[in-house]
């Protein structure tokens, strides 16, 4: 029988989008989900499980699963022991302490004898004991933020993304127990061909993660300003420079990070660059 890699992934949430884009953006298609279960790809050999992301972790731990994608929060907070294969940069989360606005908060020794809501009993159980402080954790499964308003808790430890949610309850953050994004765990001891599997997909996620980070560039300029330019411009190897219908110009050709992007763009038009382009690229093979 042909071997399959099974890849768990969150059945409907804040991580299912950007699991499901990236899986296609390696070219891995699959049929229509019509509420089902699984579903294997028509072109690779992978089935796709759709699970809560709670229970990801120990389906992995226990083969039910070869690999995953979840929250590394969630990982932690499972407790479980698996690989992180790969991060892969969406769903960047962090989990924090918060206190009412008006709380005279003095560092983590303010947190002794408090009671804390949270759904990361696990982790923020860790950071107390790590820091010497005695803390009452009161474990609940949603809708920490209103804890406080309603006397059950005198701070809370939770996501946060925007912040805004935070705000909207009148709570500050405090204290930053972890910073999260979405990974590829996968269980530590797949059987060879199963491990050929996850190469390949690894090396289509590494592709496509790094097309996303990067940004083709094309650009004029006059032949005494190329070296200025190449300077400027780190590419993949150095840019192609190609000789214009006008004499004396040229056109360089180059990738960019997206982190550096604009700063790139400014140094480039100050150093003489014209016509600047910049294309999205959709593959960037390593
Ligand atoms: O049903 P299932 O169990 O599968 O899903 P879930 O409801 O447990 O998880 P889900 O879909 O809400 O989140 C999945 C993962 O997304 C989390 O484990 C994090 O890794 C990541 N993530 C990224 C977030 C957020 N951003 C986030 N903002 N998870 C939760 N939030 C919540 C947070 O709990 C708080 O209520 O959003 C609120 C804060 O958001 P801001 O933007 O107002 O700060
Ligand atoms: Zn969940």
Same mark, same amino acid.
């Given at each position: 029988?042909?071997?399959?890699?099974?890849?768990?992934?969150?059945?409907?949430?804040?991580l299912?989008e950007?699991?499901?884009?990236?899986?296609s953006e390696?070219?891995v298609?699959f049929?229509?989900r019509i509420?089902k279960?699984k579903?294997?790809?028509? #072109?690779?050999p !992978? %089935?796709?499980?759709y +699970?809560r992301?709670?229970d990801?972790p120990?389906?992995?731990?226990?083969r039910?699963?070869d690999?995953?994608?979840i929250?590394?929060?969630?990982?932690?907070?499972?407790?479980?022991?698996l690989?992180v294969?790969q991060?892969l940069?969406?769903?960047k989360c962090?989990?924090?302490?918060a206190?009412p606005k008006?709380?005279?908060?003095?560092?983590?020794?303010s947190?002794?004898?408090l009671n804390?809501?949270t759904?990361?009993?696990?982790i923020?159980?860790?950071y107390?004991?790590?820091n010497g402080?005695?803390a009452?954790?009161?474990?609940?499964?949603g809708?920490?933020?209103?804890?406080?308003s309603?006397?059950l808790?005198?701070?809370?430890?939770?996501?946060?993304s925007?912040?805004?949610?935070?705000?909207? #309850?009148?709570? !500050? %953050?405090?204290?930053? +127990?972890?910073?999260?994004e979405?990974?590829?765990?996968?269980?530590?001891?797949?059987?060879e061909e199963k491990?050929?599997?996850?190469e390949?997909l690894?090396?289509r996620?590494r592709?496509?993660?790094a097309?996303n980070n990067?940004?083709?560039?094309?650009l004029?300029a006059?032949?005494?300003?190329i070296d200025?330019?190449t300077s400027?411009?780190?590419?993949?190897r150095?840019?192609?420079?190609?000789p214009?219908?006008?004499?004396?110009w040229?056109s360089l050709?180059s990738?960019?990070?997206?982190d550096d992007?604009?700063?790139?763009?400014e140094?480039?038009?100050?150093a003489?660059a014209?016509g600047?382009?910049?294309v999205?690229?959709?593959?960037?093979?390593?």
């Amino acid at each position: 029988m042909k071997t399959i890699l099974k890849v768990a992934v969150q059945k409907s949430g804040r991580l299912s989008e950007a699991s499901l884009k990236l899986i296609s953006e390696c070219g891995v298609s699959f049929p229509a989900r019509i509420a089902k279960l699984k579903a294997q790809a028509f #072109n690779f050999p !992978v %089935e796709l499980l759709y +699970l809560r992301d709670d229970d990801i972790p120990g389906y992995v731990a226990d083969r039910v699963s070869d690999v995953g994608i979840i929250g590394e929060n969630v990982l932690l907070e499972k407790g479980v022991k698996l690989e992180v294969v790969q991060r892969l940069g969406f769903s960047k989360c962090r989990l924090c302490i918060a206190v009412p606005k008006d709380f005279n908060y003095q560092g983590n020794t303010s947190l002794q004898g408090l009671n804390i809501a949270t759904s990361y009993p696990r982790i923020l159980g860790d950071y107390l004991e790590k820091n010497g402080v005695k803390a009452h954790i009161h474990q609940i499964s949603g809708s920490v933020e209103i804890a406080p308003s309603i006397g059950l808790a005198e701070a809370v430890c939770d996501i946060v993304s925007t912040g805004s949610t935070l705000v909207s #309850n009148g709570l !500050v %953050e405090v204290e930053t +127990l972890l910073k999260s994004e979405a990974v590829l765990v996968a269980h530590p001891h797949l059987e060879e061909e199963k491990q050929q599997i996850l190469e390949q997909l690894l090396f289509r996620i590494r592709s496509v993660k790094a097309a996303n980070n990067n940004k083709y560039i094309l650009l004029n300029a006059p032949n005494e300003a190329i070296d200025k330019i190449t300077s400027l411009l780190p590419g993949m190897r150095s840019p192609t420079v190609l000789p214009l219908a006008q004499p004396g110009w040229s056109s360089l050709h180059s990738v960019v990070n997206e982190d550096d992007f604009w700063e790139v763009i400014e140094k480039l038009r100050q150093a003489g660059a014209e016509g600047i382009l910049v294309v999205p690229i959709e593959k960037m093979i390593l």
